[in-house]
Structure formats: structure tokens, C-alpha cells
């Protein structure tokens, strides 16, 4: 096995040549193995293997930085760095991460998760390198789609200037998670046609190798063009904004992407390398869905098929069927993603009303002032959006939908802990973000008839408006309370004396695990859904204030900033000398794992919960 004798960095140089394809293989096998039982980013790291292979064998890590926008197709690298064991327990508690991690390695030297962010981390490690006057060479590995969201342009803007080497590759395998979308997306196409017209199988780059920056390789393309009716110069796009470009190379290809690699390294400035995958090579199920594979849940390596099938409709399922209820009944109804149609459930909108359905790419920011501006043309935009990803548009929702009074709706799934994606992903700071600007308000549904209710209420307010629901299966539970949504209003659902418990969202379904046990022990508990985050229910609040010594609020969101403080506020400013404990995430990044398990880790679980109100009890 060339596997084994993988060890740490740089072991990958001591393999021969004529060997090389067959490590390939190897990874391609262990990868698949290995993501079949823990689960995991399949087909982006399927498709990056001889990319990665051919990185590892042109630079001297770590002293050279490769930089991975988004990290989900890092697995190689991890493997090529030592860690190859940690795959036991990818994604899992305290185990290997799915995205590259500082603390889990010297070889990984930044940080992702998000999309877009490596020509900017890049450059600044070069401009970081060229500072202390160091040699190193730097590299960022961007995919097609992540080059459709805007931070990569402003990168690339910046680095046009630049004078010194910074290889940017850029892993085109056609696809973003669903089909990538949008005019970057045919640009790409169109070189890779024209490469084809080329006949060049391995590439436009081998067939005029030995180019230097700026020099022949525009020349001789220009050259080659009176043989083609129909021309696309490959790159000019970049070489127009000053940065040298190479390619298309074919990326499962080894040998002509060292040479590549090689010739970029004497580029004195920024040079793009433009390298051809397929998501999902080698494994024919990734090959032919390559969405499913994206992110794979367990599988089975035969067939492909889910280990363990989904019997129950998750909070997704549940927006994705009221999307077009809603867009049946009201044609002002339009729906935008920032390149998640799969993720939000968006799919079935999209093909039910095509006209009404927008994809904007990997553009969080540019989806919510699209958004805006569809609201003030007198539609009814419905953003569906991660949690975690709506962060970068922070600006966006207050200067462009909440000043203006605009009535977006923001339906923000992945919102709570997220579980094997961890730091980056976690969706625990929107009620925090959101609730500090004017305008806004916000709620979250207790169970999955609740999310229907919401939304329903949401495009009928006329006012900026989230509703927040977690990743995963949609509560079923107290279905006989549902009482008609109102701006502002709590739910009672027990109305006892001593503990009052005004939980949010997903933590009414453990307030109902905690008040059980809290009355098995004798107390009185009364349950509260709060509904609304903002405007907080002020009138339950008071209600409560009157007949509980102990008033606990419960969210999966970061205490800071979230409904607990602002209940707390609300008791302090009306001279309430009740009890008060706020169950919520501590400030901290939470970090990779099963999602209970990271619960019983913060002390939001139900068991935890109940410890603590025990301990808040003796304290009075
Ligand atoms: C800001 C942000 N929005 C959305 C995502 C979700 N996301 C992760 S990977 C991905 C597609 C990236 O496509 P590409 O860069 O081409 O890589 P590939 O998956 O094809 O390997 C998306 C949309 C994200 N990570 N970050
Ligand atoms: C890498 C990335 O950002 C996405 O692929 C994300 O992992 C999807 O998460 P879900 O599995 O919750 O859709
Ligand atoms: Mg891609």
C-alpha cells in the first residue's frame, strides 16, 4: 500500500513517478470508504485528488501555504499532512474537522468554511511573505463556484497590482453544489468548448508550454485564433485585469499539472491556473448525482444509497412545501438563494415557477439587496438563506431592507447548532445580528405546523421579517396548540406557578423534556413559546413576573445579544426582582459534532437545563 508509507508532508515526493495514479486510486478508495461511514464532502474531494497530489508534489509544505476556499476538498491534503488516522472520526466530537484548521496542523495555514475568502487570505499572506522577506510560495485553490461570489473580484482587483508571485488555481469542475449558475459560469463554459475546439485534450496551456507572463502566451493564442470560426481566448478576462493566466489543464492529470505549477511559480505576479475537473471522479454514484454527493450522509459504497434513509420531513421539507402553496396563491411571490436551491428546498419552487425563482450564485449580499429591490418594485421576496451565511450580508439587510422599511422575508434555515460542519457553519449568532437593527423582527416556530403558520404570517406583514427553523427533523410534537400567529405574541402552553420557562424555536421541544422532570421533582412550571424575538412579548414577560419566582429563558442562539438578555432587560427596567437564568450558547465557537452531543458539551440539554434551574433554586 503507497498509502502507508504517507506519513507527513512532503512523503508524497519520496513515491515514483510511474506510481503516482496508483496513490491516486488508493486516496480515491480510502476516501470513499471513509466517507461512507462517517459521512462527509464526497465528490468536491473525489474531484481534487491529483490537484491536491500535484500541489503537494510542487511545493515544500509547510513552509509554502495553500489556501482552500470553503476547506470542503481539503480531505487529500489532510491525508498528504499526516492525518490520514484521523479520518476514524472526520466531523465527528473532538475529532478530525472537515475544513482545513490552524490548530489541527502547521500545514493548514488558514481557516475556512465559508465560500470566497482565498484570494483575499492569499494575498494577504503574500503581501505578509514579501513584507518579512520571505520566499515562500503561495498558493489558492478556488472552485467555479465560489468564484461567483463578489469577494473573490474584489481579491482579484487588489492583486492585479501585485508584482510579486501568487498562484491562484482556479478547480473548475462545472458545478457549484447544484449546477452553477450565472455569467461566470459561461464564461468557464465557453473556455472549455473552446479548448475542445482545440482538440487540446490535455489542455490549451501544454500545446503552447514554455510561455511566460504576458508574453507569448497571449500572442500565440492570438496567433492561433484565425483557425477558429468560433473564438474564445481562454483567460483574457483575467489577463485583461493584469493576471497572467494558464490553461485550461486537465486536473486529473499529474504530470501536466506539475509542469503547470512549475512554469506559474516564475510568474513575477499573480497568475491564475485554470485546471478542468469532474466532482465526484472515480465513484460512479458522485459521478452521475453529483448534488447528493456534495455532502454525503453514510452511505452504502455498492449502491450508493443513504445508510440510514430519512423517514421523517425536516424543517426544509416543511418550507419547501409551503413555498409553493404560497407561490400559487400569490404571483408577487418571488423566492431567491444564494446558491442553495437544494439546501433551502427551494427546487421545487424553482420548477413550479421558473419566472419567480433566482439562483444569484455564492452572493449572500447581492441576493438581499436584490431581494430589496424586487420589494420595492412591489413583490413579495422570500430570501431563503443558512443562518451562518447570512452573516456576510449583515449590511445589506440594514441599508438596503430595514431603513427602507422593505418587506423581505427572510426564511434562514441551518439557524442553531448544525452539528458536523461546526464553527463556521453553526447558526447561532442571527438572533444576535438581526435584532440590534431597526426594523427587524424575528421569530421561530416550535414545531413544523408553527414554520407553516410563520411564513404564512411572514409575507403578509409587509415589514422585514426572519423566520428562523434548525437543520434537521421537524417537531411533531404539540400539535394541538396552535393558536393563530400574532406580531409580538407568546404562546402559553402550561400555565403553572414557580418556574416560568419562555423557551424559543427548537427549545420548547427540550423545555417540555425539562418541565417533566422539574415536576416529577414537585415544581410548578409553566411553558412558554416565545415566538417572537423581537418584539419580545412583553405582556407574558409581565404575566409571569407575577406568579414565578424563577424565570428561565432557553435559545440556541449565543447568550449575547440574544432573547434571553433582552427579556433580562425588559424585567430590569420594570423593577422585576424575579429569579432569572438565561440557557443559551456561551460566547464561544462551538465546534464540529453530533448535535446532542454538543448540546450536553454546552449545557443547553435537557438534562443540563434542569441541573441548572436546580441549582438556580437552591441559590434563593
Ligand atoms: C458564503 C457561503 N455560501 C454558501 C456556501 C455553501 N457552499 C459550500 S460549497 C459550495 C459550492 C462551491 O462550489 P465550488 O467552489 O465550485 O466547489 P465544488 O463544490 O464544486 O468543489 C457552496 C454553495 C458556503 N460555504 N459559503
Ligand atoms: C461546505 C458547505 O458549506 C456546505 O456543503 C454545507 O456543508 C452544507 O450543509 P448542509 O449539509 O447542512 O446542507
Ligand atoms: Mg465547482
Known sequence: ????????????????????????????????????????????????????????????????????????????????????????SLRQFHG?????????????????????????????????????????????????????????????????????NFIIILNDNNMSISENVGGVSKYLNNIRTAAGYLDF????????????????????????????????????????????????????????????????????????????????????????????????????????????????????DIFSTVMCKLGQRDEKIVAITAAMPDGTGLKRFRNMYPERFFDVGIAEEHAVTFAAGLAAGGMKPIVAVYSSFLQRAYDQILHDVCIQNLPVVFAIDRAGLVGSDGETHQGIFDFTYLSGIPNMHICAPKNKWELSDMLKYAVGLGCPIAVRYPRGTAYTGLSEYRAPVEFGRAEWIYEEEKIALFAVGSMVKTAEKVREVLKEK???????????????????????????????????????????????????????????????????????????????EIGIDAESVVNRICEALKER
Open 1 to 88: 500500500m503507497l498509502l502507508e508509507t504517507i506519513e507527513r508532508a512532503n512523503d508524497i515526493k519520496k513515491i515514483k513517478r510511474e506510481d503516482l495514479s496508483a496513490l491516486a486510486q488508493e486516496i480515491r478508495e480510502f476516501l470513499i470508504q471513509k466517507i461512507s461511514v462517517t459521512g462527509g464532502h464526497l465528490g468536491s474531494n473525489l474531484g481534487a485528488v491529483e490537484l491536491t497530489m500535484a500541489l503537494h508534489l510542487s511545493l515544500n509544505l509547510p513552509e509554502d501555504k495553500i489556501v482552500w476556499d470553503v476547506g470542503h476538498q481539503s480531505y487529500t491534503h489532510k491525508i498528504l499532512t499526516g492525518r490520514k488516522n484521523g479520518f476514524e
Open 96 to 164: 478530525l474537522s472537515g475544513f482545513p484548521k490552524r490548530k489541527e496542523s502547521e500545514c493548514d495555514v488558514f481557516d475556512t468554511g465559508h465560500s470566497s475568502t482565498s484570494i483575499s487570505a492569499g494575498l494577504g499572506l503574500v503581501k505578509a511573505r514579501d513584507i518579512t522577506g520571505r520566499k515562500n510560495i503561495v498558493v489558492s485553490v478556488i472552485g467555479d463556484g465560489s468564484l461567483t461570489g463578489g469577494m473573490a473580484y474584489e481579491a482579484l482587483n487588489n492583486a492585479s497590482k501585485l508584482e510579486t
Open 201 to 316: 485534450k490535455k489542455g490549451i496551456y501544454n500545446a503552447l508550454q514554455g510561455t511566460r507572463r504576458g508574453d507569448s502566451m497571449i500572442s500565440r493564442l492570438r496567433r492561433a485564433k484565425s483557425s477558429f470560426k468560433q473564438l474564445v481566448i481562454p483567460g483574457m478576462l483575467f489577463e485583461d485585469m493584469g493576471i497572467t493566466y494558464l490553461g485550461p489543464v486537465d486536473g486529473h492529470d499529474i504530470g501536466a499539472m506539475v509542469s503547470v505549477i512549475h512554469d506559474a511559480k516564475r510568474v513575477e505576479g499573480p497568475v491564475m491556473i485554470h485546471v478542468l475537473t469532474q466532482k465526484g471522479k472515480g465513484y460512479e454514484p458522485a459521478e452521475r448525482h453529483p448534488a447528493r454527493f456534495h455532502g454525503a450522509e453514510p452511505f452504502d459504497i455498492e449502491t450508493g444509497i443513504p445508510s440510514h434513509p430519512r423517514t421523517e420531513a425536516n424543517y426544509t
Open 522 to 600: 414537585g415544581h410548578g412550571v409553566s411553558l412558554i413559546n416565545a415566538r417572537f424575538v423581537k418584539p419580545i412579548d412583553r405582556e407574558a414577560v409581565k404575566k409571569a413576573c407575577g406568579n414565578h419566582g424563577l424565570i428561565v429563558t432557553m435559545e440556541e442562539n449565543v447568550s449575547c445579544g440574544g432573547y434571553g438578555e433582552k427579556v433580562l432587560e425588559y424585567m430590569n427596567e420594570s423593577g422585576y426582582k424575579n429569579g432569572f437564568l438565561n440557557i443559551s450558547i456561551p460566547d464561544a465557537y462551538v465546534e464540529h459534532g453530533n448535535v446532542e452531543l454538543l448540546k450536553q
